[in-house]
């Protein structure tokens, strides 16, 4: 089955880190572009992050740029987001989608289910 | 910074047709994608490039796009169709990736 699975998400106080992993399955992750996507309570969906095939082409939404970093290990098909400083307003639940390739790329075109953060002290 | 423009809500009978609308400056160059959210369910891409429908995806749901706005419809909307809907798109001049506030479809 083609999916992807997150975790790593957890309770953490203010300021502190946690790192998501999301791995994928029935297909290969070095042919996608991939993307980290969140959903805070009450709240829409935000696209945070962006990471190339290679991994060496990234790209943040203000929101959490200089604080989260997007990687990826191709050998393990395995996607990461490191959070450090993380802050309240992070609390969400967490998304990893890929991007299919094609004449027109289609953005998020396979969803993991999420892995859930809070911030709270 | 650039907003795309959804209703809050939208809530039909079932076997009703429902649209729902996502309205952008930028929507007349760049193309729409919308995705359904169900609690505890990973998000399905349910329309790509403002009209084509996925494989997988029942053909009541269709997308069209005109000027700035772009509509998603369900023709004959079922109970299992209910959840959160989000467009998506990217500025024309910045490549900004935004989503829609989300509409919330309830088909009761």
């Known amino acids: 089955e083609v999916q992807l699975v997150e975790s790593g998400g957890g309770l953490v106080q203010p300021g502190g880190s946690l790192r998501l992993s999301c791995v994928g399955s029935g297909f290969i992750i070095n042919s996608y572009e991939m993307n980290w996507v969140r959903r805070a309570p009450g709240k829409g969906l935000e696209w945070l992050s962006y990471i190339s095939r290679s991994g060496n082409i990234q790209d943040y939404a203000d929101s959490v740029k200089g604080r989260f970093t997007v990687s990826r290990d191709n050998a393990k098909n395995t996607l990461f987001l490191q959070m450090d400083g993380l802050r309240v307003d992070d609390t969400a639940v967490y998304f990893c989608?890929?991007?299919?390739?094609?004449?027109?790329?289609?953005?998020?075109?396979?969803w993991g289910q999420g892995a859930r953060v809070t911030v709270s002290s | 910074s650039y907003e795309l423009t959804q209703p809050p809500s939208v809530s039909v009978s079932p076997g009703q047709t429902a649209r729902i609308t996502c309205s952008g400056d930028a929507l007349s160059k760049k193309y729409a994608y919308w995705y359904h959210l169900r609690s505890g369910q990973a998000p399905v891409l349910v329309i790509h490039e403002d009209i084509k429908r996925p494989s997988g995806i029942p053909e009541r749901f269709s997308g069209s796009s005109s000027g700035t706005m772009a509509t998603l419809t369900i023709s004959g909307a079922q109970v299992e169709d209910e959840g959160d809907y989000y467009c998506y798109s990217t500025d024309s001049s910045s490549d900004q990736r935004v989503f829609g506030g989300g509409t919330k479809l309830t088909v009761l």
């Open positions: 989608t890929r991007d299919r390739p094609g004449g027109t790329t289609t953005p998020f075109d396979l």
